[in-house]
């Protein structure tokens, strides 16, 4: 059974950071691809970012490149979602989730299994 967790999420002024986390209970962590995405209230998901099982490839929605870094730290079951220079239209549920068996690093909703309960985040003007 593979759970993910999140944390990390807040109230935070418009121009401000936080830093997301997603700790995994699989052992395999490393063989897989994970994703973060997010819902905004009246909104279907979206994707944000995405890093490969290896972690030497990342993928970005336009709206937060340059702002945003996903990384991730095998050695912790643990995939980050640093978020800088943050704006109100941010404010969503944060999810992350995690790809297929040494999978692509995609944006499609349809490639990732396992999902966390997310986090929220809200960004204040």
């Known amino acids: 059974q593979v759970q993910l967790v999140e944390s990390g999420g807040g109230l935070v002024q418009a121009g401000g950071s936080l830093r997301l986390s997603c700790a995994a209970s699989a052992r395999t962590f490393s063989n897989y691809p994970m994703g973060w995405f997010r819902q905004a209230p009246g909104k279907e998901r979206e994707f944000v970012a995405s890093i490969s099982w290896a972690g030497s490839r990342t993928l970005y929605t336009d709206s937060v490149k340059g702002r945003f870094t996903i990384s991730r730290d095998n050695a912790k079951n643990t995939v980050y979602l640093q978020m800088n220079s943050l704006k109100p239209e941010d404010t969503a549920v944060y999810f992350c989730?995690?790809?297929?068996?040494?999978?692509?690093?995609?944006?499609?909703?349809?490639?990732?299994?396992?999902w966390g309960q997310g986090t929220q985040v809200t960004v204040s003007s």
């Open positions: 989730a995690r790809g297929g068996l040494r999978g692509s690093v995609t944006g499609r909703q349809s490639e990732y299994q396992h």
